[in-house]
T-cell receptor, first 113, second 112 residues
Framework: DGGITQSPKYLFRKEGQNVTLSCEQNLNHDAMYWYRQDPGQGLRLIYYSQIVNDFQKGDIAEGYSVSREKKESFPLTVTSAQKNPTAFYLC????????????FGEGSRLTVL | SQQGEEDPQALSIQEGENATMNCSYKTSINNLQWYRQNSGRGLVHLILIRSNEREKHSGRLRVTLDTSKKSSSLLITASRAADTASYFCATDFKAAGNKLTFGGGTRVLVKP
């Protein structure tokens, strides 16, 4: 079944721990994105990648890191440097190139205890 | 931030009524998109309108774009309880490359 798979769906973290959120896609899309959503708010761009082995910072990259070693995968690490990490994290993909629609995963909810 | 801003923030209507929400933005765009999000879920793309288009339809959805006013509207006609969701506009700013900037959303409640 084609699509985007985010895991885990729910994650709890103690302060000071790094956590990695997984995003895998089989849509053969070049571009992948990570967004953060806080309660009742819109989406803010953390990082994006338009091609394998390349990625750029979004609007709120501090405290996060990513890698893009494979076209299908774009994991996001929330580091201990992120001061307020509790949020809903959404991964999205797109064909890249000329702007077009994005396809979203079902999200990962991170709670810091 | 060059976010689009939706108005109203929340909307409550009866089933069968129309729902209208607006999006304003600040700088020139390549296109504007509308997305829907059910509570706790990912976003789903609804419609894309390019900067040289003024109106698009998709089923019960009608989107307009006024580039002179830097605004767009989304109309849902004959709403159903299943339309209850948050609706977001997303803009592809010409200066921003291939990335979208999302507004804060309009939360729509359709009462049966």
């Amino acid at each position: 079944d084609g699509g985007i798979t985010q895991s885990p769906k729910y994650l709890f973290r103690k302060e000071g721990q790094n956590v990695t959120l997984s995003c895998e896609q089989n849509l053969n899309h070049d571009a992948m994105y990570w967004y953060r959503q806080d309660p009742g708010q819109g989406l803010r761009l953390i990082y994006y990648s338009q091609i394998v082995n390349d990625f750029q910072k979004g609007d709120i990259a501090e405290g996060y890191s990513v890698s893009r070693e494979k076209k299908e995968s774009f994991p996001l690490t929330v580091t201990s440097a992120q001061k307020n990490p509790t949020a809903f994290y959404l991964c999205a993909t797109g064909p890249g190139g000329a702007s077009g629609e994005l396809f979203f995963g079902e999200g990962s909810r991170l709670t810091v205890l | 931030s060059q976010q689009g801003e939706e108005d109203p923030q929340a909307l409550s209507i009866q089933e069968g009524e129309n729902a209208t929400m607006n999006c304003s933005y600040k700088t020139s765009i390549n296109n504007l998109q509308w997305y829907r999000q059910n509570s706790g879920r990912g976003l789903v793309h609804l419609i894309l309108i390019r900067s040289n288009e003024r109106e698009k339809h998709s089923g019960r959805l009608r989107v307009t774009l006024d580039t002179s006013k830097k605004s767009s509207s989304l109309l849902i006609t004959a709403s159903r309880a299943a339309d209850t969701a948050s609706y977001f506009c997303a803009t592809d700013f010409k200066a921003a490359g291939n990335k979208l900037t999302f507004g804060g959303g309009t939360r729509v409640l359709v009462k049966p």
